[in-house]
């Protein structure tokens, strides 16, 4: 059965500091791989989808890299911003609308 | 630029009460679905839907029950509500290719005393 964990689960960061997320995985067969935002009080929204063929995605101040082999996804944040403050999930998809979530790293960038 | 929109976003139940939730999606999406996120867990698939008039059972389907009977617009049901319902329910949608991303509602908070 797929698991995915996101250490740690919460994190705090000065105003300008590049920061790594973390996304781990228990099953390496898997379709694709999406990183979404979470702000209080709302619903998702996708960052970034890595196809199991890629290595990365990039938007912006965003790089999600994926690792099918160790199961592993990271998702740097270049130059955070307050504005960056949010909790970030990732989800596993498997095919078949199997897409499992972790439970996210709450952000909180310091001003 | 509407997206998903639930409705409503609140409510508060005594168990063994019925009630409705409301998506609707204006993307002319074929998949839909339904998720219940907990605290310190990640979203779980309670049903989904690959077009109109289908509906298939999730990872945690018992106590819900889903209709599509229009394309726009997908019903999640609780026929008996328990306190173990009580959560915070979203809505997605997304085109028919799976690597396509799910757009997600804002989310309706469920509470049953």
């Known amino acids: 059965k797929q698991e995915v964990t996101q250490i740690p689960a919460a994190l705090s960061v000065p105003e300008g500091e590049n920061l790594v997320l973390n996304c781990s995985f228990t099953d390496s067969a898997i379709y694709n791989l999406q990183w979404f935002r979470q702000d209080p009080g709302k619903g998702l929204t996708s960052l970034l989808l890595i196809q199991s063929s890629q290595r990365e995605q990039t938007s912006g101040r965003l790089n999600a890299s994926l690792d099918k082999s160790s199961g592993r996804s990271t998702l740097y944040i270049a130059a955070s911003q307050p504005g960056d403050s949010a909790t970030y999930l990732c989800?596993?998809?498997?095919?078949?609308?199997?897409?499992?979530f972790g439970a996210g790293t709450r952000l909180f960038v310091k001003a | 630029n509407a997206g998903v929109t639930q409705t409503p976003k609140f409510r508060v139940l005594k168990t063994g009460q019925s009630m409705t939730l409301l998506c609707a999606q204006d993307?002319?999406?074929?998949?839909m679905y339904w998720y219940r996120q907990d605290p310190g867990m990640g979203l779980r698939l309670i049903h989904y839907s690959v077009g109109e008039g289908t509906t298939a059972k999730g990872e945690v389907p018992d106590g819900y029950n889903v209709s599509r009977l229009k394309k726009q617009n997908f019903l999640l049901g609780l026929e008996s509500a328990a306190p173990s319902q009580t959560s915070v329910y979203f809505c997605?949608?997304?085109?028919?290719?799976?690597?396509?991303?799910?757009?997600f509602g804002d989310g309706t908070r469920l509470s049953i005393l």
């Open positions: 989800a596993v998809g498997g095919g078949g609308f199997k897409t499992i």
């Open positions: 993307m002319n999406h074929e998949y």
């Open positions: 997605a949608s997304s085109y028919k290719d799976s690597n396509q991303p799910q757009h």
